[in-house]
């Protein structure tokens, strides 16, 4: 089984409890993906220690010597992922905007995890913004990348209630929750090449599944 795992390297900016929850799955003998490299743009980013404390590989590519130039910033990434013959990248918190260049080079084997119900609240502070705009349900969506932000085939999402008493915080926290349930398996379902894409529709093979693989809190 080993031999035909994904090598997937986990991109991160911060904290990186999503390459966490990742980490943990990928220590099961049938995970269909390798972590085989954790990189950053950050040096300083937490997840790094977590992921050297883990025996993962990692890499840091800081942004700002690049100045700016996202294509250069980019070309560094894409480097360091061919040396490592990756062949699934999976954003977990990484808070730069990939050229579109980049993004058609990983085409279909690039995800990215969103605290909202996409399309819903692209960008940042989605989880205030669901409060504010007076949300009943809030989420999470796991999605192929695409050259615009926050965009792509979405894999799969997962829903939770707002409550009265809501705060930021409060609302943040259930949503994270949900992202270390559904990240993992979305990770492992692509990687096991469970996965296909038909324009913005995703389709998930996999004879376990009942037809959605939504999760509903
Ligand atoms: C997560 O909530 C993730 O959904 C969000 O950043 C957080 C990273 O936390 N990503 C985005 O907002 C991307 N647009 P983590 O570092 O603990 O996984």
Redesign the pocket.
């Known amino acids: 089984m080993s031999a035909q795992k994904k090598r997937t390297a986990i991109l991160?900016?911060?904290?990186?409890?999503?390459?966490?929850?990742i980490l943990a799955a990928a220590r099961a003998a049938d995970y269909p993906a390798d972590i085989a490299l954790v990189l950053a743009n950050k040096p300083d980013a937490?997840?790094l220690e977590t992921a050297q404390n883990a025996g993962i590989k990692t890499a840091v590519v800081d942004h700002r010597p690049f100045k700016g130039d996202r294509e250069a910033f980019d070309a560094e990434i894409h480097r360091i992922l061919a040396d490592n013959d990756i062949e699934l990248v999976v954003?977990?918190?990484?808070?730069r905007i990939l050229t579109a260049g980049f993004v058609a080079k990983w085409e279909d084997r690039m995800l990215?995890?969103?605290?909202?119900l996409l399309p819903a609240f692209?960008?940042?502070h989605?989880q205030q913004r669901a409060l504010d705009t007076g949300c009943r349900v809030a989420g999470?969506t796991v999605h192929f990348v695409r050259a615009d932000?926050?965009s792509g085939p979405i894999i799969t999402q997962g829903v939770v209630p707002v409550l009265d008493g809501d705060d930021e915080d409060s609302l943040?926290a259930r949503?994270?929750k949900v992202?270390h349930q559904i990240y993992p398996r979305a990770v492992a379902l692509v990687a096991a090449g469970k996965v296909s894409v038909e324009g913005m529709r995703v389709q998930i093979n996999d004879d376990a599944l009942d037809g959605s693989i939504a999760l509903i809190n």
Do not use: Q, V, W
Request: charged share 20%.
């Open positions: 991160i900016s911060g904290r990186g409890s999503n390459m966490e929850a937490k997840g954003l977990a918190g990484f808070m990215n995890i969103h605290p909202s692209k960008g940042l989605t999470c932000m926050d943040t949503i994270l992202e």
